[in-house]
């Protein structure tokens, strides 16, 4: 890049950080210390704030910057991601976002442990919120490394790593000082910019093609080297039978796993009523399904206009398509219309990476506080107390964060959310649905839940193509793999559900009807919730 693209962008950068950190400056000065300011921004979010709040955390890196590079280098198979986080969200709408919001207060565990035993219950999601949560910040993380080194025209490990040292900071920034109610801010403020961001280069695409989407998948095709099979299944999924059940797995933990992604349950406990919360679900999908819509456009329009072969020698796993295709779409490399748009969409997709990974960190370091801190050291610990962790757990979070970040640098952001997708689905939302809908449930069912879901998901992990084995593995040198398959959805989603059931049925205690009606209806009509 030359040094005028590195100007602008980095003016712009600037521009976004001292908003933000302005914003958060604001809120500290006005906050009071109780924990509900902290986690839920005293739950006085209006519902289309709350969308847009929900929208910004949803639409990740991994969206804007790894969904449009998978498209843009396997074609139709890019797409399952797509497809995958849209429908997710008619599993929140129609299962999770009311009954959460009546039955919760602040995290998870709240949810579970309303008719549980507490102190094990509250352990076990902690354990699982917090994993879940690191997991999706190392692909922010590893976005913002990818972005920079773009940017800068610098690929060495040291540029990257400062840039995830700083993302690291900031975020503990965000958190700290502000709470709910300034991530909330941040991350309307970022969803706006996004939003608008693709809105600019989707009509530049199809400005280029004049209006005929035809052209522009043809064109896209030809450009790929691989024909008309770019626009059909199988181009990444379809080379074996391990690869179509990856396809199978990753289309479950995409669909399964958003209802289970802890920062956004909490994002309903931000409004003052379950009403509030579906309407904040629906705003949120119409948001969604739109940029979701045009992130397909920006896919395919960077295969048809950059090239795929481009877009790997830029980077690899493809985080890099849409920066290049602005860069393109505004003349190339020479022109100031080129260096103007690519700037703009590098700060808004940095802008994407800070406002994501604040809400993320919040949520894990409440259920560290709020959860474990409160199980495990002081039970009756004051909410002053309390917050004071929370503020703490963000700090050791975002090191932990860091350190996976630059470890795992060089894989595709959204196939990185894609694990975490897998763990939430295989460790969250068993426990949820069961303590919502079965009446029998018991403790031991909702610890075994958790854990029956988390600790396989983790451990075939750690045992597939993306740890080692592989070229594009963590440790290219080395071969302990014995899971075939890069996600392992379809094996620990199960898991967690079998789990959940075979602790309840052999445990001796006696499910509590009394707690169990209280929740159903609490849930059901909002009557006594917080």
């Known amino acids: 890049m030359t040094g005028r693209h590195e100007t602008l962008a980095l003016m712009l950068f600037g521009a976004f950080v001292a908003v ?15 924990a509900e300011e902290f986690y839920a921004g005293g739950r006085l979010f209006s519902p289309i704030e709350n969308g847009f709040a929900i929208a910004g955390d949803y639409m990740s890196a991994a969206s804007f910057l790894g969904v449009t590079g998978l498209i843009a280098l396997f074609g139709y198979d890019g797409l399952l991601y797509v497809v995958g ?23 998870l ?30 692909a922010q993380m590893v976005g913002a490394g990818s972005l920079v080194a773009l940017l800068l025209g610098r690929t060495s490990q040291a540029a990257q790593a400062w840039t995830v040292i700083g993302v690291g900071a900031l975020m503990v920034i965000y958190v700290s000082l502000g709470g709910m109610r300034a991530t909330t ?15 600019t280069l989707t009509v530049l695409v199809l ?7 035809d052209q522009l998948l043809l064109t896209a095709a030809e450009r790929s080297g691989h024909g008309k099979a770019f626009l059909a299944p199988g181009l990444r999924y379809g080379g074996s039978w391990s690869a179509r059940l990856d396809f199978i797995s990753l289309g479950l933990a995409l669909v399964l796993g958003t209802a289970g992604l802890p920062h956004i349950l ?25 940029f979701y819509l045009m992130a397909i456009v920006l896919g395919f329009g960077a295969a048809a206009v950059v090239g795929p072969d481009a877009v790997r020698a830029s980077n690899e796993s493809g985080n890099t398509a849409v920066p290049l295709l602005a860069l393109d779409l505004g003349g190339g490399a020479g022109s100031t219309a080129g260096a103007v748009l690519f700037a703009v969409v590098a700060a808004v997709a940095f802008a994407t990476i800070l406002a994501v990974v604040a809400g993320i960190t ?32 963000a700090v050791g979070i975002g090191v932990v964060a860091i350190a996976l970040g630059l470890l795992a640098r060089d894989l595709n952001v959204a196939f990185l959310v894609g694990l975490a997708f897998a763990v939430a689905a295989s460790a969250n939302l068993p426990v949820l649905l069961y303590s919502l809908f079965w009446r029998g449930f018991t403790t031991r069912g909702a610890v075994w839940a958790v854990y029956g879901g988390l600790v396989p998901a983790l451990v075939l992990v750690v045992l597939s193509p993306v740890v080692s084995g592989s070229p594009g593995a963590l440790f290219p040198d080395v071969d302990f793999q014995y899971f075939p398959l890069e996600n392992p959805g379809i094996v620990s989603i199960p898991l967690g559900f079998l789990a ?31």
């Open 500 to 530: 959940g059931w075979l602790g309840t049925v052999t445990s001796d205690e006696v499910p509590d009807e009394a707690r169990h009606a209280e929740t159903e209806v609490r849930s059901l009509t909002g009557a006594g919730a917080v």
């Open 109 to 138: 565990a709240d949810v579970i442990a309303a008719r549980m035993t507490e102190r094990p219950v509250r352990i076990a999601a902690g354990t699982s919120s917090v994993t879940v949560s690191v997991l999706y910040l190392v």
């Open 362 to 393: 919040l949520a894990s370091s409440a259920s560290v506080a709020h959860d474990l801190y409160t199980s495990l050291c002081r039970p009756r610990a004051g909410q002053r107390s309390e917050v004071a962790v929370a503020r703490t757990a």
């Open 207 to 213: 400005l280029r093609f004049h209006g005929d989407v």
């Open 85 to 107: 986080f849209l429908v997710a969200w008619l599993v929140v709408l129609f299962l999770v976002a009311e009954l959460v919001r009546n039955c919760g207060r602040f995290t």
């Open 266 to 290: 909490s994002r309903f406990y931000t409004v003052p009523t379950a009403k509030a919360a579906r309407r904040s679900a629906v705003w949120s999908i119409g948001l969604i399904g739109g």
């Open 20 to 34: 933000t950190l302005g914003i958060t400056t604001w809120v500290s000065r006005r906050r009071h210390g109780s």
């Open 185 to 199: 801010w941040i991350q309307i403020v970022k969803a706006v910019l996004l939003l608008g961001g693709t809105v």
